[in-house]
């Protein structure tokens, strides 16, 4: 811990020392590397949802009865009548394009692992994004200090200047 201390004061030495200019530009990138992890955020929520939704779909289809009749979906709004063949097993996307016939509980097991592993994810972007909002407030505050301090150092010097002229 005292290693990151160390680490954070350091950083903060640096940024410090940086012009006004190079901190706008550092600023600018923080705030697109944080636009970036909350666009990636999003995309693993839709997953995540993706996933929840398929396991209780298989649960809900797991309680049909063979031949029972149903819609199937060939787009999100075509689809055509059909009756169920089989509740047992389930053909899984397992991604780019590739699908695995499994059990019911294997589907199951399948989509759970996924979903722990973007839940994961996620938790790791959103400690991701909490350090780089603390990064860019660093930076921010930083910035309104030095900028303080020129507007500062210029009314200063025009003073200086008007002394000289009385």
Sequence with gaps: MADSDEKAIEYRKQLAKQPLQVLQQH??????????????HMQLRTAL??????????????QQQPEQEMLVPLTNSLYVPGKIDNVESLLVDVGTGYFIEKSNTQAQEFLARKVQMVSS??????????????ELELVMTIISTKSRILQSQAKQRQQAQQAQQS
């Design 27 to 40: 600023k600018q990138s923080i705030e697109g590397e944080i636009e970036s992890i909350m666009s990636s």
């Design 49 to 62: 949802a993706r996933f929840s939704n398929s396991k209780e779909t298989i649960r809900q289809f797991s």
């Design 121 to 134: 994810k996620i938790g790791e972007l959103e400690r991701a994004a909490a350090s780089k909002r603390s």
